[in-house]
């Protein structure tokens, strides 16, 4: 459905509360994944930390030190300019990692990471990432390795996918596109983001996003209040948005099957 016909697609929500889960390394996905007895081994050196929305993790250039494996926290990676303006290359919630140039090889990152929504995450040394991954059979094979090489090729289908949606996709859409993943990620129809996050992570003019939230808004799918976006209606969402969500989510279900349970794919709020 074009994004502009938005407006016709109001409806009544039906209430669905969303029960808080205790802190664990299986609310992220690609923890979850993982044999239980490497689970158990790095268990002791995952440090469970919360950051608020705007948080830079790392900057681009910068040396790593930790991955992060995000809970309930929503994290952007995109790059910045020398004059300000960024582009936003991919989103990263519970079912990934950030800090996958380490895995690769790499030592620095060549973009920045931010918390796009405030939330909770695990921190993990490098050096006890490589232990384990070493330990399990490192670039000989192993399960980390494994899940590590699927869980590439599914953030580099969501910035190929991401670079087609910024380019051909209006600003509604790719909104639309941001707070599917933003709540798949999150678990929650609850989301603390401001505008000005929103712009920087989709590289658009806040006044855009404003007047695209101010339509979704309009048409009863969204309620916007001092930096907090509540979904009221999932459905409404995906039939306003494109493609490109469902092609990265489907590619994230081939490659790396078996969503945490509960994930919110036909979430409602009151």
Aim: aromatic share 4%; proline share 6%.
């Amino acid at each position: 459905m074009p994004c502009d016909n938005v407006q016709v697609m109001r409806r009544r929500p039906a209430v669905r509360l969303m029960k808080p889960l205790p802190a664990s390394p299986l609310q992220n996905h690609l923890l979850a994944s993982l044999p239980p007895l490497v689970l158990e081994r790095l268990k002791p050196d995952l440090e469970l930390i919360w950051i608020p929305p705007g948080k830079i993790l790392h900057e681009s250039g910068d040396h790593l030190h930790h991955v992060y494996f995000p809970t309930t926290a929503i994290v952007s990676l995109h790059y910045t300019m020398e004059n300000g303006s960024s582009a936003d290359l991919a989103v990263v919630g519970n079912d990934g990692m950030v800090g996958i140039a380490f895995f690769m090889g790499g030592g620095n990152m060549p973009h920045r990471a931010m918390a796009l929504g405030g939330g909770h995450l695990y921190q993990l040394h490098c050096q006890s990432f490589k232990n384990e991954f070493d330990r399990s059979g490192g670039r000989r094979g192993g399960a980390l390795n494994d899940l590590m090489l699927r869980y590439t090729q599914v953030l580099l289908t969501q910035m190929a996918q991401t670079a087609v949606c910024n380019r051909h996709h209006t600003v509604v859409q790719q909104l639309c596109r941001l707070l599917l993943l933003s709540i798949d990620h999150a678990r929650s129809p609850e989301l603390k983001m401001t505008h000005a996050l929103i712009a920087d992570t989709l590289g658009v003019r806040r006044e855009g996003v404003t007047e695209a939230a101010g339509k979704l808004q309009a048409a009863g799918l969204i309620r916007y209040r001092r930096g907090q976006i509540t979904v009221l209606d999932r459905a409404g969402l995906e039939a306003g948005t494109c493609e490109c969500h469902e092609v990265v989510r489907n590619e994230y279900d081939r490659l790396i099957p078996g969503r945490l349970a509960g994930a919110p794919r036909c979430l409602n709020a009151a």
